[in-house]
């Protein structure tokens, strides 16, 4: 079955901390991951979108990283401002019709002052 | 460019009554899709149209739900009648064209409330 699993499920740290979200999948075949965040009330916003051959990718304090062969992805957040508190989605799509796309149910993420 | 537009942002109603959902998405984007968020969960895609065509509706209810792109711009998401369990948020997405290299631009969605 194709599934994309989040951990943890919800995490606080102090404003100015590194952390790290972690990302499992399934699916099969693979084409790509991809780290959306989404903020209280709107919708995702994609961050980084990483294809097979990729191990790392950054946008800025986020860092991704892929694991192809363990089917691994962490979003890794350094210096955490007060505005990275949201959720972080993390999105797998595949080639088969049963894998277009699966949605992780996130990581709900709080920075603390 | 202007984002993904969805209204109303936010709908109360009793369970059994019915409700819709506009969608305008990003000028020239072919591709639109329709997701449930609910509470706590990540996104479910509902449906996915290829210009005024559907895609994908493998997991639409088709029973209450109902979706159309009539000139392959802007859609409607209605759900008649509503249960109890459609409270939730519902997204509009849009993207260039279909293929998973595309970035999808979600819209704010609507938080529907079914009391």
């Known amino acids: 079955k194709n599934q994309v699993e989040q951990s943890p499920q919800s995490l606080i740290i102090l404003e100015g901390k590194n952390c790290t979200l972690q990302c499992n999948y399934t699916v099969s075949p693979f084409s790509n991951l991809r780290w959306y965040k989404q903020d209280t009330g709107r919708g995702p916003v994609s961050l980084t979108i990483m294809t097979f051959s990729e191990n790392t990718k950054s946008n800025g304090r986020y860092t991704a990283t892929l694991d192809a062969d363990t089917k691994q992805s962490s979003l890794h957040i350094t210096a955490s401002q007060l505005s990275d508190s949201a959720s972080y989605i993390c999105v797998v799509s595949g080639y088969s019709s049963a894998s277009k796309i699966i949605f992780g149910s996130g990581t709900r993420l709080s920075i603390r002052p | 460019e202007a984002g993904v537009a969805q209204s109303p942002r936010y709908k109360i109603i009793e369970k059994r009554q019915s409700v819709a959902f506009w969608c305008n998405p990003i000028s020239g984007h072919a591709t639109l899709y329709w997701y449930q968020q609910i509470l706590g969960q990540g996104p479910k895609l509902l449906i996915q149209?290829?210009?005024?065509?559907?895609?994908?509706d493998s997991q639409l209810p088709k029973d209450r739900f109902s979706a159309e792109r009539l000139k392959g711009v802007d859609s409607t998401l209605k759900i008649q009648p509503a249960k109890l369990e459609d409270s939730a948020v519902y997204l509009c997405?849009?993207?260039?064209?279909?293929?998973?290299?595309?970035?999808?631009?979600f819209g704010p969605g609507t938080r529907l409330t079914v009391t």
């Open positions: 997405a849009s993207s260039r064209t279909s293929g998973d290299s595309y970035e999808q631009y």
């Open positions: 149209f290829q210009n005024n065509g559907v895609v994908d």
